[in-house]
């Protein structure tokens, strides 16, 4: 998904983790830099700050990047190493790749952690036309990726998933064999109607943003809004969590197996992007504030 889909608060969040989102960026460092200019660019997409906020927001940005490049970034480093030396192994354990992805979930949560105070203090200063303009842009969202990702029959989200995915690796892996392919086909059939569970959930995320939203002077919204931003799996559904875990764990099995059926000029490339990566975010680092 792109930052356009995520909402506001979460939008800070995902941007300011960029390192780690745009991975297949040949512009890595060039993203990065500019992260100064790109999260008020893109929160303006839904709350269109005034000059006021965005004079509030820019120290108060500058300090949540220094901490993410002099804090974080040393973090980034260790795990796309680790992930280097998984491929050593002729096929890793599907338990080792679930390990890494618990890490970048980890990574996200601290970053979570890190913005909520000033995410609670920009949604506090929301006047009423910025609010009703921010749920005007989440009705947008939500209503493109209806008709993108739900109203076509469950067949085409399958085709177009497995097409997706394919797209996806093919700046890691180059052409894929006929047995990956079948592979990331029987991946995108297993996960169903997982497009129907995660906008359900995303929607049912929003409502209570927008619930907290209309009660942002009251004494409860500062703490309600941290449980919201750092604790987001607790306002899932059940049927989204079990779908979550099964879903992580396909997705982890899917990258055991291509791994396992890749020739070695599949691997030296895929070793190569993780090195270029890695120098990449070591060239961001900075010192400590």
């Known amino acids: 998904m792109s930052v356009l889909r995520w909402p506001a608060a979460k939008t800070l969040l995902l941007l300011l983790c960029l390192s780690l989102l745009v991975t297949a960026c040949s ?5 990065y830099r500019n992260l100064d200019w790109l999260v008020p660019w893109r929160l303006n997409d839904y709350l269109n700050l005034n000059s006021q906020q965005q004079a509030w927001l820019k120290p108060r940005l500058q300090t949540h990047l220094q901490w993410h490049c002099s804090v974080e970034l040393p973090r980034y480093i260790d795990w796309l190493h680790t992930t280097e030396s998984l491929l050593n192994q002729p096929q890793p354990d599907s338990s080792q790749l ?3 992805f618990a890490q970048f979930d980890a990574a996200l949560k601290r970053i979570s952690v890190e913005i909520t105070p000033t995410a609670i203090e920009l949604l506090q200063g929301l006047n009423e036309q910025q609010v009703n303009d921010f749920y005007a842009a989440l009705d947008e969202d939500n209503l493109e990726d209806r008709q993108d990702f739900l109203d076509p029959p469950l067949a085409t ?6 097409t997706r995915m394919q797209e996806r690796l093919r700046p890691w ?4 064999n006929s047995t990956q392919t079948e592979h ?3 991946w995108a059939n297993g996960l169903g ?12 995320w929003q409502a ?9 002077h009251s004494a409860y919204f500062a703490p309600e809004l941290t449980q919201l931003l750092q604790h987001r799996e607790r ?4 049927a989204y969590r079990a779908s979550y875990a099964r879903s992580r764990q396909a997705l982890a099995t899917l990258l055991s197996q291509l791994l396992s059926s890749a020739d070695e000029p599949q691997r030296e490339r895929l070793r190569h992007r993780l090195r270029d990566l890695r120098r990449d975010l070591a060239e961001q680092q900075c010192s400590a504030a």
């Open 193 to 204: 109607e997982q497009n129907r569970l995660w906008l359900e959930n995303r929607q049912r």
């Open 184 to 186: 990331i086909a029987a």
């Open 98 to 100: 679930l390990e890494q």
């Open 235 to 238: 306002f899932s559904s059940d």
């Open 173 to 176: 892996l180059g052409r894929l």
């Open 27 to 31: 512009r890595l460092g060039l993203a």
């Open 157 to 162: 989200q399958i085709s177009e998933r497995q």
């Open 208 to 216: 209570q943003l927008r619930t907290l939203l209309a009660e942002r």
